[in-house]
């Protein structure tokens, strides 16, 4: 019997929990409430409201423009449809760097005015201090390093992150470091497989890789990409569920077709 078949509200605790229960966490990423009511009731776990709603929703270049104001709105737009899976809301670039007590101000507020049940912030030991003033007062904290999009010009781009022995140390490093700070999980992007496979041995949180291979406690994807709606660019590690966009092209197509020849709308479809 896994852990969350059949519970009502997933929870941060729930989540850790899975780890020890050796449950695999599906995660997905939802921006709107029709989308989230899918995804909801489809199963999975936990339905991350990702700051690439930027660039899926907003058709930016990346994520960094992104504000307070956009994440509240779309948070609360799933937070309206979601009712089972664990709501995690995704702090944009410049809401939580200042210093602990501004990201306690804009994490309560995802919190208190979108419903969101936990916050996740990029960054590793330099985030330390803001992951512990957050869970002092029962915040939960998802954590996320690798390749952390907000850093992408100092990161040199999109890359694969922990390649060199430095660099996987250091990654190594920071998991601990969190987990000792208090986040309840960790979302690992783009890492070598064996160096996210080593990092998820190494804490007691869970993991949910992206682009880091089978071996983390969970995967998350953005919907939009393995939906096959997002198609500007398929990085590798998508995996393609449906082709939705192509399906959406040839409804539209045969929706314009059908009016310009006059068989739209037929008598069933008048009153
Ligand atoms: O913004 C996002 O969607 C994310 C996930 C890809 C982890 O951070």
Known sequence: MSITSGKKKITAPDIISMKKDGEKI??????????????????????????SAGMVMGGRENTLSVTMEEMLHYTR??????????????????????????????AGRFLQEAGAEAVKIEGGA??????????????????????????????????????????????????????????????????????????????????????????????????????GLFRKFRPKFVRRYAELGNAMEEAVKNYVSDVKSNTFPDDSESY
């Open 26 to 51: 599906a995660m997905l990423t939802a921006y709107d409430a029709l989308m989230a009511g899918l995804v909801d009731q489809s199963g999975v776990d936990i339905i991350l409201v990702g700051d």
């Open 77 to 106: 737009a799933v937070h309206s449809a979601v009712k089972r899976a664990l709501l995690v809301a995704d702090m944009p670039f410049l809401s939580y760097q200042l210093n602990p007590e501004q990201a306690l101000k804009n």
């Open 126 to 227: 330099p985030m330390a201090d803001t992951v512990r003033r957050l869970v002092s007062v029962g915040i939960p904290v998802m954590g996320h390093l690798g390749l952390t999009p907000q850093s992408m010009h100092q990161l040199g781009g999109y890359k694969v992150q922990g390649r060199e022995s430095d660099k996987a140390e250091e990654l190594l490093r920071d998991a601990r470091i969190l987990q000792e700070a208090g986040v309840f999980s960790l979302v690992l992007e783009k890492v070598p497989a064996s160096l996210a496979r080593e990092i998820t041995g190494a804490v007691s949180i869970p993991t949910i890789g992206i682009g880091a291979g089978v071996h983390c406690d969970g995967q998350v994807l953005v919907t939009h990409d393995m939906l």
